[in-house]
């Protein structure tokens, strides 16, 4: 077992030249590492930050922002190793098949490839998100035998499944880099440095590769990276940052644009159940028992198809109490519909969306510079007024179904654009700042995340999603990322 | 005995019970019998609610986000309703996706209907 390097010790004008070097030690890396270990290919892996935080090594992440209001963008990601899984709740889903598909509905929207594509590597992104059993929408039996699920009428709402990274007593889902230290450690072709930033990509003669990448410290160290390959894993934001800085694969001016996340709006809708009281895993993770899992309402494809709209997953949250007017509606749908409402009981609800591909939302570099010398970076956000109303839409048709079944209602809570930015917070679920496409003038990577026009630099992560779906990314970017360790196990040395 | 008790007439009494029976009655939220309204020119559709009380309450919140005339509605409802029930009605909306909202409640549009002629000032 070898100890991990601190950059800090390496001899300044050091020129290290390893087949692979892997930037940022996030899930995308230290995924990319495992995949590769006990091959042939020499591997180097460099994270910014140490093994734990580092407020200094954390403010090298500030920027600045305008327009729908964003986390600040060094309060959503974590700059040491495991990278966002440290603050990970361990939220999981794969991406449903339309997701992958060009959706005449959906601007710009489409990957290079379909679902079945990511689907042979699913399962071991599952066993290193350590998700348990593969079970998502197959539990439904199960668990309406374990207690009575909400029943939902025929429509375009079906009950699915979050499963959750394995919690350990009170520590939180799997953070990448203490869960796996020790097992990169025990990789021989590999070595990894702690603290080292990338700081810039330098790119040779022709333009047409990558020829090496400077790397800095925090304690005033400089060295040089020349790799035969190399892949940016630092998060959708610093690949576009580095790149931006660098003016590389940006040819079609799209790098740092379509960024987006999942909007997390709170209290959107109230759900009453008619029959009063729900299972518990409609409120918290569940045994089931080979996987914690909990309910979510998620749109079919067919509704999203025949409807317009994009994904979300919608949870129950916490009781609420019911006004007069909630009552008085309460009591005249039930005897609407013919239900027995004498004990119903009202619930907030809460969500996740997809966004619309935007390129104008988006990073761009500005005059302000980190501690390293490098532009800090500002984000313009925008949620489109037709984002929230799909929603909307959504849990309209929720409604229904409700009614349908006889078994409860809904009451949407927002109406104007205010409301909703109002209620607004964030998934840290950075996507699509280096879109994956096989048309150069759309996409920054190709359908290998390779970039456009390099022969040998890479893009790992969710920034190379073009269209995001509604589920949270860490099992997906990781199995996208074992798909790449494939690819680059093939490429020549 | 209290020379006032001579003033409790079988008549006083009786009137005194059926007052707080009335209120008792509102107390727990049960509606005033039939023959306490007065009537309507929208008898036909209201006699459909069994709680007109909350359904003008909802009606008053569908009101607050459209303008309707209430004539108008009322014909609506008769020619949609016919000899129907209401919850085959309520069924048929649900099924066309013709729903309505009470200030963001979503009810079936027929029902949000006959809660804004409920709502109507007698």
Not at chain 1, 54 to 72: E, F, N, R, W
Not at chain 1, 106 to 111: E, I, N, P, R
Not at chain 1, 467 to 478: E, F, H, M, Q, R
Not at chain 2, 111 to 118: D, E, F, P, R, S
């Amino acid at each position: 077992m070898s100890a991990f390097i601190d950059a800090r010790t390496v001899p300044a004008g050091t020129i290290l030249e390893p087949d692979l070097a892997i930037f940022g030690g996030g899930p995308a890396g230290i995924t990319l590492a495992l995949a590769l270990a006990h091959t042939p290919i020499n591997v180097m892996l460099f994270e910014s930050g140490g093994m734990d935080f580092d407020p200094a090594t954390q403010a090298l992440y500030a920027g600045s922002q305008a327009g729908v209001k964003y986390l600040p963008l060094d309060a959503s990601r974590m700059r040491y190793l495991g990278g966002g899984t440290n603050h990970w709740g361990g939220w999981s889903r794969p991406l449903d098949a339309i997701d992958f598909e060009k959706r005449d509905w959906v601007a710009h929207s489409g990957w290079p490839f379909g679902i079945d594509t990511l689907k042979p590597y699913f399962s071991r992104a599952q066993s290193l998100c350590e998700l348990g059993e593969w079970v998502y929408d197959a539990a439904t039996p199960r668990m309406a035998a374990l207690a009575p699920m909400l029943t939902l009428g025929d429509g375009g709402v079906y009950t699915s499944w979050f499963q959750f990274s394995k919690t350990r007593n009170d520590v939180l889902p799997t953070h990448f880099g203490a869960r796996y230290a020790d097992d990169l450690k025990k990789i021989p072709n590999l070595k990894l440095y702690l603290n080292a930033n990338a700081t810039s990509l330098k790119l040779n003669d022709g333009a047409a590769g990558l020829d090496s990448i400077g790397v800095a410290t925090l304690s005033g160290r400089r060295f040089t990276v020349k790799p035969k390959t190399a892949v940016l894993a630092m998060g959708a934001v610093e690949n576009a940052r580095l790149m931006l800085v660098s003016n590389v694969g940006n040819q079609n001016d799209l790098v740092g644009r379509y960024f987006a996340d999942h909007p997390i709006p709170r209290d959107t809708a109230t759900l009453v159940s008619f029959a009063g009281d729900l299972a518990g895993y409609y409120f918290n993770a569940a045994n089931f028992p080979t996987a914690q899992i909990r309910a979510t309402l998620a749109p079919t494809d067919a509704f999203k198809r025949a409807r317009k709209v994009l994904g979300s997953l919608t949870t129950i949250e916490t009781p609420v109490e019911m006004d007069d007017l909630a009552k008085a509606a309460v009591v005249t749908a039930a005897e609407a519909v013919g239900a027995d409402a004498s004990n119903a009981k009202a619930f907030s609800i809460g969500c996740g969306l997809e966004l619309e591909p935007d390129p104008e939302r988006r990073f761009t570099l500005t005059h302000d510079r980190d501690a390293l010398g490098l532009p800090r970076l500002k984000l313009t956000n925008r949620v489109s007024d037709s984002d929230f109303q799909r929603y909307r839409d959504t849990m309209k048709e929720l409604g229904r179904q409700l009614l349908v079944a006889a078994t409860g209602m809904i009451r949407l809570n927002y109406d104007t654009r205010a409301e909703w930015e109002a209620a607004l917070d964030w998934g840290d679920h950075h996507l699509g700042t280096t879109r994956m496409h096989v048309d150069p003038k759309q996409g920054v990577v190709d359908a290998d995340s390779k970039v456009h026009g390099l022969s040998n630099l890479f893009v790992a992560g969710s920034g190379v999603f073009p269209t995001y779906g509604a589920s949270n990314p860490t099992l997906n970017l990781v199995a996208l990322t074992l798909r790449l360790a494939d690819h680059l196990k093939k490429l020549p040395r | 005995m209290n020379d006032n008790s001579s003033r409790f007439t079988r008549r006083s009494v009786a009137i005194g019970g059926g007052i707080a029976v009335a209120l008792g009655l509102a107390a727990v939220g049960v509606n005033a019998p039939r023959w306490f309204r007065a009537k309507t020119a929208y008898d036909d559709l209201l006699n459909k609610l069994i709680d007109r009380d909350a359904a003008a309450t909802v009606g008053h919140a569908v009101i607050g986000s459209a303008t309707l005339d209430t004539r108008e509605v009322a014909a609506d409802l008769r020619q949609r309703i016919g000899t129907r029930s209401l919850a085959e009605v309520a069924k048929e909306d649900l099924a066309q996706n013709r729903l309505i909202e009470a200030r963001g409640w979503v009810l079936p549009q027929t029902v949000g209907l006959l809660c804004v002629v409920a709502a109507q000032p007698v």
